[in-house]
């Protein structure tokens, strides 16, 4: 995406359902120009057109997860990069389903000793590279968009363990705290994750905020640390604040 693509979804995820013409004027270019940009936008399933302006697409399906992978791939590089570079030598995690955290786990390769369980063959795949971390991945029904492993038997199996830290990902955050994801069955699988680990790390890039979602996940309360790449935004500040977890903004110098 490019810069003028993000100020236009933040626009529309902070104000709400937004006209042409007021999008033209806040963004200081031609209602052509606009156009050009929804047409775009919206073939990427970032927004969704109705007559004579633009909002937020469906609650109930994500965007796919070739398109999720590359949008604000270098955020998601950078909060990956500052999450694990918390996470000591000899530790044990859960990682669960998600583009950032999958960025974490590129970040883990040099580590050593670790020892991680995942529902997600992405991040086994990934840390399989590494010699010095031992790699558990969780039974259960493979999705094939995202090759992310979901059901009871994930249920289960998550449930055998208790670990020093749970990496979870999200796919929106309200102004309240709340989690929302899209998948039930994946959500029952992340809040076991929760409930397993001795403190929960949140990773998310800054679009998650105001982005809708049908199923709650849970509360920020819930999280311990929350690796992000802006300031939590006004309208979210208080219920942060509130739930006292600990933010950390990965900023550009965090980029190699």
């Given amino acids: 995406m490019t810069p003028r693509h993000r100020r236009l979804l933040d626009h529309i ?20 120009t606009i156009r ?12 969704a057109r109705y007559h004579g302006g633009v909002s937020i697409p469906s609650t109930v399906e994500n965007i796919d997860y070739d398109q999720r992978r590359v949008m604000d791939s270098d955020a998601k590089r950078r909060i990956g ?7 000591e030598n000899g530790r044990s995690l859960i990682i669960n389903i998600g583009t950032t955290t999958e960025e974490v786990s590129k970040a883990l390769l040099h580590h050593r000793g670790i020892r991680v369980v995942t529902n997600n063959l992405n991040v086994a795949s990934i840390l399989s590279g590494c010699d ?13 968009r995202d090759r992310g492993i979901v059901g009871e038997a994930t249920i289960d199996f998550m449930r055998q363990f208790k670990v020093d830290i749970g990496i979870i990902g999200v796919s929106g955050i309200e102004a309240d705290g709340t989690l929302l994801d899209y998948d039930y069955r994946e959500v029952r699988v992340t809040q076991a994750i929760m409930e397993q680990s001795r403190q929960v790390w949140l990773v998310a890039d800054h679009t998650k905020f105001g982005r809708h979602a049908l199923v709650r996940l849970g509360s920020i309360a819930q999280v311990d640390k929350f ?14 604040e509130k739930a006292g977890v600990e933010v950390i903004v990965a900023g550009a110098e965090q980029e190699k």
Avoid: C, M, N, Y
């Avoid at 990069?81 to 996470?87: D, G, K, P």
């Avoid at 790699?135 to 094939?144: D, E, F, H, M, Y």
């Avoid at 690796?227 to 942060?240: C, G, K, M, N, S």
């Fill in 13 to 32: 995820r902070q104000h709400g359902d937004t006209s042409v013409e007021d999008l033209a004027r806040v963004l200081g270019v031609t209602t052509q």
């Fill in 81 to 87: 990069q500052l999450a694990a570079a918390q996470v």
């Fill in 227 to 240: 690796f992000t790449d802006l300031p939590v935004p006004a309208e979210a500040a208080e219920a942060f």
């Fill in 132 to 144: 010095d971390a031992e790699v558990i991945v969780a039974g259960g029904l493979v999705r094939k």
């Fill in 36 to 47: 050009r940009d929804i047409r775009e936008l919206e073939d990427a399933r970032l927004l």
